[in-house]
């Protein structure tokens, strides 16, 4: 049986872990970790590309004009035939996480199209699916410092001095500069009247 490759998670929360609202992300204007977030799923051991994984609603929230994120092999996780077409003229299109880990490393393995890194892009659903393998080694999180209200949560706490789930650590941030390829900007950010920090989390095992 093939190894199914290693899985990163990408997200920017609140300290309440809050990553959504009606459908949508709770801020706007925060250009520069937007721009993070393009760079770093794009950014590549070169050859491949990396892949992103989303769900169905992700896929619907990323503006029209962005889509399929440049760049990536975009694959959307629905379990509905209807939703899946429609977006199927410019994804990839599985029925499950599993069933997107299975394509990926089909492509993989027959070589067509090689994949670099694999991160998944959320939403909710998809990170707790993704959380729940053992493949789903690293976090990339943007902790916004700011209260936003929010209706979607992301299912796990990262957080420092006992205040947070268990089983996850995080990095120093050479490791994390590293492993994203750049020298990941230090200590708090602001942006549009925001304050963000980028912080990279991996599995304790
Ligand atoms: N992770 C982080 N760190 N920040 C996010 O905003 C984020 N958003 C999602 C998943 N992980 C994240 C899901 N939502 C686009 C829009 C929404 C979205 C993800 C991506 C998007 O349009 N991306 C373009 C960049 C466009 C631009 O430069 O403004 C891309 O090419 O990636």
Request: glycine share 10%; with cysteine.
């Given at each position: 049986m093939p190894s199914l490759p290693d899985l990163t998670l990408i997200v920017a929360a609140t300290q309440q872990m809050g990553i959504g609202?009606?459908?949508t992300l709770p801020w706007t204007g925060l250009k520069k970790e937007m721009a993070y977030f393009?760079?770093?799923t794009k950014r590549l051991p070169p050859g491949p590309q990396n892949a992103v994984i989303m769900g169905r609603r992700t896929w619907e929230s990323i503006p029209a004009r962005f889509r399929p994120l440049p760049g990536?092999?975009?694959v959307v996780v629905s379990r509905s035939w209807a939703a899946a077409a429609a977006a199927a003229a410019t994804a990839s299109m599985a029925g499950s996480l599993e069933e997107a880990l299975r394509m990926l490393g089909e492509r993989q393995q027959q070589q067509q199209?090689?994949?670099g890194r694999v991160f998944v892009i959320g939403g909710a659903q998809i990170y707790a699916a993704a959380l729940a393998r053992r493949e789903a080694r690293r976090v990339l999180l943007t902790r916004v410092r700011s209260e936003f209200e929010c209706d979607t949560f992301?299912?796990?706490r990262l957080a420092e001095g006992g205040n947070g789930?268990?089983?996850w650590r995080r990095s120093?941030?050479?490791e994390m500069d590293a492993w994203v390829g750049e020298e990941v900007p230090r200590g708090v950010q602001s942006e549009a009247g925001t304050e963000y920090e980028f912080e990279m989390w991996e599995r304790v095992d």
């Amino acid at each position: 049986m093939p190894s199914l490759p290693d899985l990163t998670l990408i997200v920017a929360a609140t300290q309440q872990m809050g990553i959504g609202r009606h459908g949508t992300l709770p801020w706007t204007g925060l250009k520069k970790e937007m721009a993070y977030f393009a760079r770093v799923t794009k950014r590549l051991p070169p050859g491949p590309q990396n892949a992103v994984i989303m769900g169905r609603r992700t896929w619907e929230s990323i503006p029209a004009r962005f889509r399929p994120l440049p760049g990536r092999v975009n694959v959307v996780v629905s379990r509905s035939w209807a939703a899946a077409a429609a977006a199927a003229a410019t994804a990839s299109m599985a029925g499950s996480l599993e069933e997107a880990l299975r394509m990926l490393g089909e492509r993989q393995q027959q070589q067509q199209q090689a994949i670099g890194r694999v991160f998944v892009i959320g939403g909710a659903q998809i990170y707790a699916a993704a959380l729940a393998r053992r493949e789903a080694r690293r976090v990339l999180l943007t902790r916004v410092r700011s209260e936003f209200e929010c209706d979607t949560f992301f299912p796990v706490r990262l957080a420092e001095g006992g205040n947070g789930d268990g089983g996850w650590r995080r990095s120093g941030q050479a490791e994390m500069d590293a492993w994203v390829g750049e020298e990941v900007p230090r200590g708090v950010q602001s942006e549009a009247g925001t304050e963000y920090e980028f912080e990279m989390w991996e599995r304790v095992d």
